[in-house]
């Protein structure tokens, strides 16, 4: 197969062999993967994949279709279409999943876009559903908006009967993330005039969170999962009793697989038939064929994107 | 019925009516009251009374004797030994209470210790065992363990079976922590050197916040009460995101009655038994008849005490 390949802060493409699947495995001939934040942490060496992974393989999300299969795994997956997320590997042509960790990729789904699904709705499903438990009629924040993980905490939030404010860093992408479900859209200097809020989705750090904080209503849950623009924050525990309220931190990388096995099941309970309908999609801001996977970094590192940055392995 | 009453900041004894108990309440005859730093705010003007319950009269636990009963309550109460917190009210000689919130004071408890029970067992069970989860066998890291809250908390984390870590200003209270159940005791500075902990108790904030952090074992919960020493904490985010912990706030007082009514049966069935039976006490730092409630204040006021502050009101 052929790989993505880090050599200390290098990207290149080597021939790698192909992996053969072991009981509860499936093989899957990739055809897109989305990159992720992770990503460029892992290139500067900050981030590396756990135990059981590919250690010098990048990518934790990828579609394909299942080419081989492992023992104890039903024949009735060969050939199907399938997403994924995978603790490293994926910006590859083939990689190892657990069949636990397969999704169904619907039909009329294109590869591009189901390489961007799994990593950003695993993560905002897990955080918005599974620890903040945002109920039906609950106003929720969703910073960082325009990005991956945003885009589907946007959806996802809509789904559940929320209320959605999106904050972004400009304007730009406003009638975009409305068509997702954002019902409010605003910067985040004007965080600071928003009535209370029941839920915030942290995905930037620092300049939103300190301004979030000070909007929140009683038993509010703030769940952070990312701070690319500042971990530390001057954090004010007076609000957090008067309010009752709650800080939460995760990350999905690390999880043991019988966790995403479980989060697998209840995101395609959840979600399934939205995405099957088309009632959620996976924005993409542009592709990259697995050759350009250098400029595929260097562009998700530049700002104003809305959407994901795919990787694609068809020509290859 | 004789009460202290609150004159802009400064405290008297004064006459006022014996209320008369409505539906679901009795009246107690008080015998003592335990001081709070909630008092000590409510002075300065900074916690008002939530509403229902007297704005100038202060005190949040009390002792002493069922004496009437409202419509709707059993006669078996009458003339029982009880205590409670209450939303204020409590440094008078008497109160009416909710007959749901009312805990049996063993026959062998003093009234001075009876009147410092509640507030400091109903806010360190609710923290640790409602709000935390505190298991057999984690480790929980108590700060402010000399007070009141904290010799409760030491006391209860002791009999659900976990390791017990008493941070204090000096290590002058060491053996008397131990006594009450802390297997280890340490200064604030002497966090930083601490073994990961599971749950904190933060009874004093940002010095002690501040350090606690980076002691944080995965999926800790951080329960934030009081934070005296200093309410802003610079926090980093990504302990909690590599944890995945949890840091939650809260306050007793301005509580639902239904809320209160289930923490007084939750409480009673974990700790009753062992009120009775001697395995959990109140240490009293000093008793002040209720003439000398400004003199009681100001004593609280000062650092170095172990233990709860009591106004008793058997004199009057």
Redesign the interface.
């Known amino acids: 197969m052929n790989a993505v390949t880090l050599h200390e802060t290098e990207l290149r493409i080597e021939e790698r062999p192909t992996p053969v699947p072991g009981a509860g495995e499936v093989l899957v001939r990739i055809h897109a993967a989305g990159l992720n934040a992770a990503d460029l942490l892992q290139r500067r060496g900050h981030y590396s994949a756990p135990a059981g992974w590919p250690a010098d393989i990048p990518g934790l999300e990828l579609a394909g279709v299942v080419e081989s299969i492992g023992e104890g795994v039903g024949d009735s997956l060969l050939s199907r279409r399938v997403c994924a997320i995978v603790g490293g590997g994926a910006q590859a042509t083939h990689a190892l999943v657990p069949a636990s960790h397969l999704v169904t990729v619907p039909d009329h789904v294109s590869w591009e876009q189901a390489g961007g699904f799994a990593e950003s709705f695993f993560t905002a499903f897990d955080a918005l559903v599974r620890q903040a438990d945002l109920r039906s009629g609950e106003r929720v924040l969703i910073s960082g908006a325009a990005g991956g993980v945003g885009n589907a905490a946007v959806q996802i939030a809509r789904l559940r009967g929320a209320h959605v404010i999106a904050a972004v860093r400009t304007l730009n992408h406003g009638a975009a993330l409305r068509t997702l479900g954002a019902h409010e859209v605003c910067t985040i200097e004007q965080v600071n005039e928003l009535a209370p809020v029941d839920v915030v989705l942290?995905l930037v750090?620092e300049p939103h969170?300190t301004r979030a904080q000070h909007r929140l209503a009683p038993f509010a849950r703030v769940v952070?999962?990312g701070?690319g623009a500042g971990?530390?924050?001057?954090?004010?525990?007076?609000?957090?009793?008067?309010?009752?309220?709650?800080?939460?931190?995760?990350?999905m990388r690390g999880r043991s697989i019988d966790e995403k096995a479980l989060i697998t099941k209840e995101l395609t309970t959840a979600l399934a038939s939205s995405w099957e309908n088309g009632d959620v999609t996976v924005p993409v801001a542009r592709t990259f064929p697995l050759a350009e996977v250098n400029a595929a970094y260097d562009y998700f590192a530049t700002p104003g994107k809305f959407g994901k940055v795919i990787l694609t392995m068809d020509e290859s």
């Open positions: 942290e750090g969170f952070v999962i701070v971990a530390k924050v001057e954090c004010d525990l007076r609000i957090l009793m008067a309010t009752r309220g709650r800080i939460m931190g995760s990350t």
